[in-house]
Nanobody
Framework: QVQLVESGGGLVQAGASLRLSCAAS????????MGWFRQPPGKDREFVAV????????YYADSVKGRFTLSRDDAKNTVYLQMNSLKPEDTAVYCC?????????????????WGQGTQVTVSS
């Protein structure tokens, strides 16, 4: 089992920044990558970004590329999502998820453990 706990969400104005954290505990050795997904109000969940624990390679959705940055702290088993230049359309519940494979998949079915999520609201 892997437990994931997100933090760092909040209410900000457009153009502001937020940093989300995802702390992993438990059997973290089973996880090869950590992803972030978001679910805007009334919409389906969508992929945001993913980072591999080994090597730190990252991949971003086009909608956040250039504005969001992933990083990791191996000692703390924590992944960070730095979100800059936030837009109202970034408003969503953001969840982190653990992926056991290194296959590069960004589909949510490839991720087997999920956090509860943290709300990000961006006002115009």
């Amino acid at each position: 089992q892997v437990q994931l706990v997100e933090s760092g969400g909040g209410l900000v104005q457009a153009g502001a920044s937020l940093r989300l954290s995802c702390a992993a505990s438990g059997r973290t050795s089973s996880s090869r990558a950590m992803g972030w997904f978001r679910q805007p109000p009334g919409k389906d969940r969508e992929f945001v970004a993913v980072i591999n624990w080994s090597g730190g390679s990252t991949y971003y959705a086009d909608s956040v590329k250039g504005r969001f940055t992933l990083s990791r702290d191996d000692a703390k088993n924590t992944v960070y999502l730095q979100m800059n230049s936030l837009k109202p359309e970034d408003t969503a519940v953001y969840c982190c998820a653990a992926r056991p494979g290194l296959d590069g998949s960004i589909h949510e079915t490839s991720f087997d453990y999920w956090g509860q999520g943290t709300q990000v609201t961006v006002s115009s």
